[in-house]
């Protein structure tokens, strides 16, 4: 499934800004084919982005309803590229090979997301079972269910975000359908990892300092 050509403002220096929309909400609606490899893919082209920053990732958004999410292998491709793996049959191991059982992913994948790992996303704090799974996750990232998490959405750093973008759903096992509701990507900042030391080092010396003053007020 083709979408229409989105051309993006707010650009400078030919880069992206740091949080734009780049494909907006692309409105699927369409079931995935049962127990095959074969899939259901959309594609949206987008035009006059420029380069992804060096300060900017990308956030993949995705909404699909029903289905069995252990099902699912879900990836994002961006012209000669390769893949990154947002879904790879959450929770499948070879103890639980038919993998999570709830139906519907209503998330946003980052792959610095706190939530960690969607891959295991029952073993979460604010897991919820039986219901549609929400949040930010870091992609699965996984081209093989055993292999390594090298497949994330760093993949597209410093790319020419211009092209065609396709996201692909297959559903690899039998006995219920899923439906893929919508999509969208977004460019979002990277967080600024000094930002938390510095904060703890301001606490240490305002703390360091009201000592130091309690000292002398006591000598």
Known sequence: ???????????????????????SSTTVGMDVLDNS?????????VSGAGTLSAGSQLQVNLNISGGWNGDLYVYLSHGDLPVAILLNQAGATAGNPAGYEEAGFAVSFRDNALNGDVHYYQNSAGYVPGSVLTGTWAPDGR?????????????????????????????????????????????????????????????ILLAGRFVAGQRKTSQ
């Open 37 to 45: 490899i074969s899939g259901l893919a959309s594609t949206a082209t």
């Open 1 to 23: 499934m083709k979408q229409a050509i989105l051309t993006l403002t707010g650009l400078a220096c030919g880069s992206l800004l740091s949080h734009a929309a780049l494909i």
């Open 143 to 203: 081209l093989q269910l055993n292999g390594g998490r090298t497949s994330m959405l760093s993949t597209f750093n410093n790319c020419n975000l211009d092209g065609d973008w396709t996201l692909f759903v297959a559903d690899l096992a039998a006995g219920s359908t899923s439906r893929l509701e919508s999509w969208s990507l977004e460019v979002v900042p990277v967080p600024e990892a000094n930002t938390a030391y510095f904060g703890i080092a301001t606490i």
